[in-house]
């Protein structure tokens, strides 16, 4: 299982002029909802997601993404 990491994904967004939800939804072309939860840690990213988030902020999954644990 993974977890991405948010603060990462908003330093990254910042770093190009993003500041806020809406503007994360806007460059990564999906719904504000999805921004949204992206941005708030709500939702982790699907592969499509994970895969826009290095296209238009330069963040390779294995940056984004980290391993977690699985309870047993």
């Not at 939860?37 to 963040?59: E, I």
């Amino acid at each position: 299982m993974s977890q991405y990491d948010r603060a990462l994904l908003r330093a990254a967004a910042r770093d190009k002029g993003d500041r806020t939800p809406t503007d994360l939804s806007r460059r990564l072309m999906v719904a504000p909802a999805t921004g949204w939860r992206l941005w708030n840690g709500h939702t982790a990213p699907s592969a499509a997601l994970v895969a826009a988030v290095d296209a238009a902020y330069g963040v390779p999954a294995a940056a984004l993404l980290r391993r977690t644990p699985v309870a047993a």
